[in-house]
């Protein structure tokens, strides 16, 4: 332990782990504080019954940065995996995402001509959409929207898909072509020793304090460092003065299965309105090399962000981003603090985005 550090880092995800790397490779000195039992944030994985286990939910990293990658890439080897989920209504199930799979199982059709006649046939383009319901007809049709986006998309939010807005749903992408690679991403796989290996990498040469909640103690911790890089909730940091943020939570299932292979794929996603969950994940199908007899799975439940919950999406509406545009300002005040991240930032962030932000603001300081 160093009396004073350089840098204080609350939060010990992506962000955070891959600020502290470039300030640690520049000679500068860090002290990791996590409020939870372990590194990782919300890409945090552990090994059960021999499967690396997704614990916040699935995490696949992809990207077209090849400054990204390279750097994620010194910090560990990464499979092949490529997404390719399916989605599941009724028990019929289609390829994701949209493609000549998905239109062939939709429609028995074997050409993109006649899936696009389809489609053309079932859209509603009149007028400016005004929910996203109307909005998912006029991009993909009924029957792609009904049997694939409305339940799924209804549980997700927790309301009707005509009282959700229709930027939700910019872009719906279409491919015809024969193509179930999810993200098409030029680098894409999953970490062979996991995600919490990844950060553990990261972090190394850093001073680590978990179980340690910043906020408790927020002035004593204050003292300990030159500068703080705060990847928590932007409104927690300020006591919540202006209101709180709204965000979307997930309760997760986690079940060990006297099974080698339970459903086959490592993400089902369920698309119909009964069904409470949203997505079934198969652990050990992000991992080729994972041989268990048995199975480990999840599955996820969306909800409304009740006490205790764990904030996951955050509701990017025209009030949370007006609020967020506040606590902006708020934070700009404070020189010697960033607020950044996922939680910082409220945004949703995919993995490469967070670590290129972290690179370029450690590089814009160092
Ligand atoms: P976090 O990982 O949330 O880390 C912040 C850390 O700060 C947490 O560990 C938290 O406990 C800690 N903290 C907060 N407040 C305090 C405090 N007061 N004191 C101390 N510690 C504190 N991205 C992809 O690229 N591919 C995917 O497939 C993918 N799947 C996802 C699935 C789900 C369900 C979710 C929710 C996200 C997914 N993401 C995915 C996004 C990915 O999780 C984020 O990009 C990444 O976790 C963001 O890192 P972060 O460091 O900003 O935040």
Same mark, same amino acid.
């Given at each position: 332990?160093?009396? !004073? ?39 945090? *994985? ?33 499979? !092949? ?60 049709? *009924? ?9 799924? *998309? ?124 949203? !997505? ?45 545009? !506040? ?40």
């Amino acid at each position: 332990m160093y009396m !004073r550090y350089d840098f204080l880092i609350v939060g010990a995800g992506l962000f955070g782990a891959a600020f502290a790397r470039r300030a640690l490779d520049a000679g500068k000195t860090c002290l990791a504080l996590e409020k939870r039992s372990h590194i990782g944030g919300n890409c945090y *994985t552990e090994c059960v019954d021999g499967v690396q286990v997704h614990k916040y939910g699935a995490h696949i990293f992809h990207t077209n940065d090849k400054a990204v990658w390279g750097f994620v890439t010194k910090f560990a080897e990464f499979n !092949r995996y490529t997404h390719s989920p399916l989605a599941n209504f009724k028990g019929q199930l289609f390829s994701l995402p949209f493609n000549m799979y998905t239109f062939y199982q939709m429609w028995g059709v074997t050409s993109p001509g006649a899936a696009l006649a389809k489609i053309d046939s079932q859209r509603c383009t009149a007028g400016e959409p005004q929910n996203l319901e109307e909005q998912a007809i006029s991009l993909v049709g *009924t029957d792609i929207y009904e049997k694939l986006i409305k339940g799924y *998309t209804e549980k997700q939010w927790g309301r009707p898909c005509r009282e959700l807005p229709a930027f939700i749903v910019n872009r719906l992408p279409l491919r015809f072509t024969f193509d179930c690679n999810y993200f098409n991403a030029a680098f894409q796989g999953v970490p062979k020793a996991g995600y919490t290996d990844l950060v553990r990498q990261m972090l190394a040469g850093a001073d680590i304090c978990l179980n340690t909640d910043f906020l408790a103690d927020k002035e004593f911790w204050r003292g300990q460092a030159d500068w703080i890089v705060y990847t928590g909730p932007v409104d927690a940091y300020f006591g919540y003065q202006l209101g709180a943020l709204e965000y979307r939570s997930l309760r997760f299932e986690t079940e060990t299965m006297d099974t080698a292979n339970y459903q086959g794929v490592a993400v089902m996603n369920f698309t119909d309105a009964e069904t409470p969950f949203t !997505r079934i994940i198969e652990h050990k199908f992000f991992d080729s090399e994972a041989n268990s007899g048995k199975t480990v799975i999840t599955r996820e439940y969306p909800s409304e962000r009740g006490p205790g919950a764990e904030p996951y999406y955050p509701v990017n509406n025209d009030k949370n981003n007006a609020l967020y545009s !506040r606590y902006a300002k708020l934070a700009k005040a404070e020189p010697s603090v960033f607020i950044k991240g996922r939680l910082g930032e409220y945004q949703y962030y995919d993995m490469d985005k967070v670590i290129g932000s972290a690179l370029e603001l450690a590089d814009s300081l160092l």
